[in-house]
Nanobody
Framework: QVQLVESGGGLVQAGGSLRLSCVASGLTFGRYGLGWFRQAPGKEREFVAAITWSGTSTYYADSVQGRFTISRDNAKNTVFLQLNSLKREDTAVYYC??????????????WGQGIQVTVSS
């Protein structure tokens, strides 16, 4: 049974930082592309960032380019999302996802339960 469990969310002031983590189990982690998505209230889920199975390539939505950084530690079955210079519009539930044949922003087969990030002014 594949499980993805996010952590590290919370309430932060605008301009602040957070680091999200997502630990995966039940899959051969090093073979999977990984991604982060988010969904704000009343909006559709949107792509945030992705990283290939090897970690050699990363992809970002324009809205977070230069502020967010995705990384992975295959030895710990964990993917991270560093969120810097946070804005109120970054407020959303953040989801991690894994896909064996991921082609960002699509191709993700497994999803975490999501974690809330709230940015206050």
């Amino acid at each position: 049974q594949v499980q993805l469990v996010e952590s590290g969310g919370g309430l932060v002031q605008a301009g602040g930082s957070l680091r999200l983590s997502c630990v995966a189990s039940g899959l051969t982690f090093g073979r999977y592309g990984l991604g982060w998505f988010r969904q704000a209230p009343g909006k559709e889920r949107e792509f945030v960032a992705a990283i290939t199975w090897s970690g050699t390539s990363t992809y970002y939505a324009d809205s977070v380019q230069g502020r967010f950084t995705i990384s992975r530690d295959n030895a710990k079955n964990t993917v991270f999302l560093q969120l810097n210079s946070l804005k109120r519009e970054d407020t959303a539930v953040y989801y991690c996802a894994a896909g064996l044949y991921a082609r960002p922003p699509s191709g993700y087969d497994y999803w975490g339960q999501g974690i809330q990030v709230t940015v206050s002014s």
